[in-house]
C-alpha cells in the first residue's frame, strides 16, 4: 500500500468508526489522529504535508481501535454475534449475554440489564438473597459492573449502528434523519405509545427509541396518524 494509500485507508477507518459510535466523519477523523498522537485530524494532515507519513503499524493500531468500538465490524453471521463471554471482577466470576440486543452480565446471586435504548438505565438486582456475601451489595464492585456491561451495550448499539443506513445516524442539511426500518424522512418523529414528538436529533441519538419513554422504533412513525381520527376532548364547565 502506498503512503497516500494508508491515509485513504485511515479515512475509510474513519468512516466506520464515525458510524460505529454514530458522530459525525470529522469527530471520527479526531480520534484516528489522536490515536497516531496527533491532537486532531487537521495537525495530522499537516504532519503529513511536512513529511509525516503513517506506517502500516499505523494502520494496525486504528483497526484495532475499531474493533474496540465495535468488535463485530468485520463479522458476517446470522442473528445477533454477541454470543456470551466470562470474566472476574476481583474473586466474583460474571457472564456476559446478549438477547434481543439487550446486555445481560450476571454472577452468583446477581444480576445487570443494560436495555438496547440508551434513556432506560440499567437494572441492577439481588437474584438470590440467600447468599449473604453477594458482591452487588457493594457500590465500588456495582460500578465495575455496570461500566463493563455498559461497554459492551455500546458495542452491540455500535453494530446495529453499523447495520442500519448511515442516513438513520446522520442528519441531513433539513435536520431530517431516515428511519432504519420503515424508510420515513423527517426532522420531526412522533411515538405511538406516549403520543411525544421528537427532534430526529434526538430520536437518532436514542437508538431510534423514544426519547421520552423509550419504546421500540416500530413505535415512531413521522406523522401522529393515530390521532387524526380522535375526537376533540369536551372543554370542562368549571
Not at 118 to 137: A, E, F, G, L, M
Not at 197 to 217: E, F, G, I, Q, R
Request: proline share 6%.
Amino acid at each position: 500500500m502506498t503512503q497516500d494509500g494508508n491515509i485513504k485507508e485511515l479515512k475509510k477507518i474513519a468512516k466506520k468508526i464515525a458510524r460505529s459510535k454514530r458522530i459525525e466523519h470529522h469527530g471520527a477523523l479526531d480520534l484516528v489522529a489522536q490515536e497516531l498522537g496527533h491532537g486532531h485530524w487537521y495537525a495530522a494532515v499537516a504532519a503529513h504535508k511536512n513529511g509525516w507519513q503513517p506506517s502500516p503499524e499505523d494502520i494496525g493500531s486504528v483497526e484495532d481501535l475499531l474493533k474496540q468500538i465495535n468488535p463485530y465490524e468485520s463479522v458476517e453471521m446470522f442473528g445477533d454475534p454477541g454470543g456470551e463471554s466470562e470474566g472476574q471482577i476481583g474473586t466474583h466470576a460474571y457472564k456476559i449475554e446478549v438477547s434481543m440486543d439487550e446486555v445481560i452480565m450476571r454472577g452468583r446471586g446477581w444480576l445487570v440489564h443494560v436495555p438496547e435504548a440508551p434513556s432506560k438505565q440499567p437494572c441492577v438486582r439481588v437474584t438470590d438473597r440467600r447468599y449473604k456475601v453477594n458482591p452487588i451489595h457493594d457500590s465500588d464492585f456495582v460500578a465495575q459492573a455496570l461500566e463493563i456491561a455498559k461497554i459492551k451495550a455500546e458495542q452491540v448499539r455500535a453494530r446495529i449502528a453499523s447495520d442500519w443506513p448511515r442516513r438513520s445516524m446522520k442528519l441531513d442539511d433539513q435536520g431530517r434523519a431516515a428511519h432504519p426500518i420503515n424508510g420515513g424522512l423527517s426532522d420531526t418523529w412522533f411515538c405511538l405509545h406516549c403520543d411525544e414528538a421528537s427532534s430526529a436529533k434526538a430520536v437518532a441519538a436514542n437508538m431510534w427509541h423514544c426519547p421520552s419513554c423509550s419504546a421500540s422504533p416500530i413505535d415512531v412513525f413521522s406523522s401522529a396518524w393515530w390521532l387524526d381520527d380522535v375526537p376533540e376532548r369536551p372543554k370542562s364547565s368549571a
